[in-house]
């Protein structure tokens, strides 16, 4: 029978988090920054913004995962419960990226379509990578043990 993720499984999952949150930061947010070198520092690397992102990420869903998943009626984690917690995360991710914006990103002014735009771009990667940091956790040898 399967059973969770090992620790190694979810160090899998973290370093995806990490690399593709820190490739978004640097494709997708960099380039939309408005700023001139004379007038503004240098957008911060990419690597603490997608740091920043991992460990907002990390601290949030370990808090809500553990949450969720103690409430009885979602003990099961079937197919219907997975995708209610998913749903749940919509609301989580927007105070997420707009957290990583209002933190990391501050000096660099967005205007609002923009931000908006970055907010549901992010929203959308964070799920994408939920899907192959999860395959990963459950393929890579480590990452899932069975009894």
Not at 32 to 39: I, K, N, V
Not at 73 to 93: S, T
Not at 107 to 127: H, K, M, N, Q, T
Request: hydrophobic content about 55%; aromatic content about 16%.
């Amino acid at each position: 029978m399967p059973a969770g993720p090992t620790e190694l499984g979810f160090v899998y999952f973290a370093t995806v988090k990490l690399v593709g949150y820190t490739a978004f930061c640097k494709w997708v947010i960099t380039p939309q920054l408005t700023y001139a070198a004379d007038s503004l520092p240098n957008p911060p690397s990419a690597w603490k913004a997608g740091a920043a992102r991992t460990l907002i990420g990390v601290g949030i869903g370990v808090v809500l995962g553990l949450a969720f998943w103690r409430v009885p009626y979602f003990a099961n984690h079937d197919f219907y419960d997975n995708g209610i917690f998913f749903l749940m995360l919509l609301p989580v991710r927007i105070g997420e990226w707009w957290l990583l914006l209002r933190w990391i990103y501050r000096d660099f002014p967005l205007g609002g379509g923009r931000r908006a735009a970055i907010i549901a771009e992010g929203i959308v990667a964070s799920f994408m990578l939920d899907l192959v940091g999860v395959f990963t956790a459950l393929v890579v040898p480590g990452g899932m043990w069975v009894c």
